[in-house]
């Protein structure tokens, strides 16, 4: 089966349910394994991969980011929608508003962040990052949410912290001064190695809290997942909606790996 299209599913979206004739896989990489799903969306192959594994057994600094990547990649994958739950850093946006975010801001500390790791490897590249996200994904997807009549925010910057712990209101007030909009854990380096291997990637991000000191209480994982259960459904459906209505020409510069990289 060619896949050229995949899911990564965050915290709350473990299952792509409506996706038939599903098939497991295991597959290998010189990163370590990966285990996602294959089948079929209204006649159209898909990958599903849980990025916390099926049962939110890995947290957001041990996932291995290389390795669902380079898995996609292997696979055939050309585009990739993700997932995932933030907190809020603007009043304006509550709970429950999805953002189909534009910009990251990377606040993460001790993960593999590349697959070129030097001469021994791969050679050194700098990659572009004027668009972080695949601009004709997002038009997508901006598209189809709009149609819903649904609280949504067309972009947003997304700063990425190491977690596993939630953050303090002096870094999330730190945070919103310099432009960051939502704050989750996993989206980085998920989107900058999807950009090295040549993929397509947007993220879809639910919001399901107000931030630390934005929030009027502590915040527990309890609140994020009942926001998702409540919005899982409507996730499931628009990213399928998005990935099946897909031209196939790749409209857009995540492919043009030799027009930005410098090589050696
Ligand atoms: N901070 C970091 N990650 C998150 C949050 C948050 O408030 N909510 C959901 N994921």
Same mark, same amino acid.
């Given at each position: 089966?060619?896949?050229?299209?995949?899911?990564?599913?965050?915290?709350?979206?473990?299952?792509?349910?409506?996706?038939?004739?599903?098939?497991?896989?295991?597959?290998?990489?010189?990163?370590?394994?990966?285990?996602?799903?294959?089948?079929?969306?209204?006649?159209?192959?898909?990958?599903?991969?849980?990025?916390?594994?099926?049962?939110?057994?890995?947290?957001?600094?041990?996932?291995?980011?290389?390795?669902?990547?380079?898995?996609?990649?292997?696979?055939?994958?050309?585009?990739?929608?993700?997932?995932?739950?933030?907190?809020?850093?603007?009043?304006?946006?509550?709970?429950?508003?999805?953002?189909?975010?534009?910009?990251?801001?990377?606040?993460?500390?001790?993960?593999?962040?590349?697959?070129?790791?030097?001469?021994?490897?791969?050679?050194?590249?700098?990659?572009?990052?004027?668009?972080?996200?695949?601009?004709?994904?997002?038009?997508?997807?901006?598209?189809?949410?709009?149609?819903?009549?649904?609280?949504?925010?067309?972009?947003?910057?997304?700063?990425?912290?190491?977690?596993?712990?939630?953050?303090?209101? =002096?870094? %999330?007030?730190?945070?919103? #001064?310099?432009?960051?909009? *939502? !704050?989750? @854990?996993?989206?980085?380096?998920?989107?900058? +190695?999807?950009?090295?291997?040549?993929?397509?990637?947007?993220?879809?991000?639910?919001?399901?809290?107000?931030? =630390?000191? %934005?929030?009027?209480?502590? #915040?527990?994982?309890?609140? *994020? !997942?009942? @926001?998702?259960?409540?919005?899982?459904?409507? +996730?499931?459906?628009?990213?399928?909606?998005?990935?099946?209505?897909?031209?196939?020409?790749?409209?857009?510069?995540?492919?043009?790996?030799?027009?930005?990289?410098?090589?050696?």
């Amino acid at each position: 089966m060619k896949v050229e299209l995949a899911i990564i599913g965050g915290t709350g979206f473990y299952h792509p349910e409506i996706i038939e004739n599903t098939e497991e896989l295991s597959l290998k990489t010189p990163y370590g394994d990966t285990h996602l799903l294959v089948g079929t969306y209204m006649n159209t192959p898909v990958a599903f991969l849980s990025r916390h594994g099926m049962k939110h057994g890995v947290p957001p600094h041990r996932v291995n980011y290389r390795a669902n990547i380079s898995a996609l990649k292997d696979l055939g994958v050309k585009r990739v929608l993700a997932t995932t739950a933030v907190g809020s850093l603007r009043k304006k946006l509550s709970p429950g508003t999805m953002v189909i975010t534009d910009q990251f801001i990377d606040f993460t500390k001790g993960r593999d962040g590349t697959f070129y790791e030097g001469e021994d490897s791969e050679g050194v590249v700098h990659t572009d990052f004027s668009e972080p996200y695949c601009g004709q994904l997002r038009k997508y997807l901006i598209k189809s949410i709009a149609a819903r009549g649904i609280d949504y925010a067309s972009k947003g910057t997304y700063i990425c912290t190491e977690g596993p712990r939630y953050e303090t209101p =002096a870094e %999330i007030k730190a945070f919103a #001064l310099w432009g960051a909009d *939502v !704050v989750g @854990m996993t989206g980085v380096p998920e989107a900058t +190695l999807a950009r090295e291997a040549g993929l397509c990637y947007a993220n879809l991000s639910l919001i399901t809290n107000y931030a =630390a000191g %934005i929030s009027p209480h502590i #915040l527990t994982h309890r609140e *994020v !997942v009942e @926001m998702m259960e409540k919005k899982i459904n409507l +996730l499931r459906e628009i990213i399928l909606e998005v990935l099946v209505a897909l031209p196939e020409a790749r409209e857009c510069n995540c492919w043009k790996k030799e027009d930005y990289s410098l090589g050696q």
